[in-house]
């Protein structure tokens, strides 16, 4: 495993945020532990901390344990998913966090290593960020009915009009089972008259749709966003970093839903929440600056919104 697992994307603003929390022996859960960057400076600049550090994927567990030995029993470690926050809190021995912070989508380490992930090399097309489970992209593209993947494209890739795109996939498997990350680029250039960043812009769509989908991602963030309202003591703070404008309008409405924000639709000029459990600490998502994104241009599309529970 290369020495940079990944780079940390607005660690200082998620740090300086948790350092606002005025608990005695904070306990934080890091539920997108990666190469334990934001584990790690959380150990190190908050006194006291414990941190329930999470990932699916093994190698992200692996490779912070090696990372973070120093810290001893200051952290614990679970190969699961976030939106089992409820056990692992209590497998941890707690009751309740002082913060939770998600720091969404894929690591470097991911991209450039694991198989299916990234449509610049060809690979087996897996994209399981956890190999336990059985379901992999190769799996869908051959076996799901053509109304599915047309829904799955809609939904995860905002793809509006998929429907050529699935008949070529569905013509395509009944010559030669699609394997490869290749296989499925080939489709994609057959069933889009496109070119320039265009091209690129709705394959990285369509491989969204895909991991999206196989990882369960929107469902694993609505379950931990639903169950962080009762396991955050109050004053405890919720951090999201998303990448993708899906996930930041889960995050988004769900902040919005929950707080003293005015609840607008569009047939009415909005009214108080009468019992904010939330209190937003963002009004508008923080963004990486130009010197981030220029040293490490994967941030570009981050947003970070932070709460907190009152
Ligand atoms: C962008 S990386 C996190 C990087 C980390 N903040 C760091 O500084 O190194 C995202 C990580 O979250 C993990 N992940 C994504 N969804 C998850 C979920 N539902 N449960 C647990 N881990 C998840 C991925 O496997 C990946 O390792």
Redo the contacts with the bound molecule.
């Keep these: 495993m290369e020495a940079e ?2 780079i ?2 607005l ?1 200082n603003k998620v740090i300086e945020i948790f350092k606002s929390t005025e608990f005695r022996n904070p306990v934080f859960f ?9 584990t790690e400076a959380i150990l190190s600049e908050i006194p006291d901390s414990t941190v329930i550090a ?4 093994i190698n ?1 567990i692996s490779f912070s344990k090696n990372r973070l030995k120093k810290f001893g029993s200051r952290v614990k470690f679970f190969n ?4 089992e926050i409820r056990s692992l809190v209590k497998q941890a021995g707690f009751d309740s966090l002082s913060g939770i912070v998600l ?5 470097s380490y ?1 991209l450039e290593a694991e198989d299916g992930f990234s449509f610049m090399k060809d690979t087996p097309i897996d994209m399981r ?1 956890d190999k336990r489970k059985e379901l992999t992209a190769e799996k869908v593209l051959n076996e799901n009915s053509p109304e599915d993947l047309e829904e799955m494209f809609l939904k995860y890739g905002e793809i509006y009009n998929p429907a050529e795109f699935v008949r070529n996939i569905i013509s395509a498997r009944r010559n030669k089972p699609i394997s490869t990350t290749n296989d499925l680029l080939k489709i994609i250039e057959s069933s889009f008259n496109i070119k320039g960043r265009a091209r690129i812009k709705l394959i990285a769509k369509i491989f969204q749709a895909l991991r999206i989908f196989i ?3 929107i469902e ?2 609505q379950n931990l966003l639903n169950t962080s309202l009762d396991i955050l003591n109050h004053g405890g703070i919720i951090i999201v970093v998303s990448y993708h404008s899906l996930e930041d309008r889960s995050v988004k409405n769900f902040f919005k839903d929950n707080s003293r924000e005015q609840k607008k639709s569009k047939y009415s000029r909005g009214e108080a929440n009468p019992k904010p459990v939330l209190q937003l600490l963002t009004k508008k998502p923080v963004i990486p600056v130009e010197q981030e994104i220029r040293h490490n241009p994967r941030s570009r599309s981050a947003k970070l919104r932070a709460a907190m529970r009152i």
């Design positions: 697992y990944h940390p994307v660690l890091d539920g997108t532990l990666g190469g334990g960057s934001y999470v990932d699916k994927d992200a699961s998913s976030f939106a720091d969404l989508g894929l690591s991911q960020a990882n369960n991602e694993d963030l």
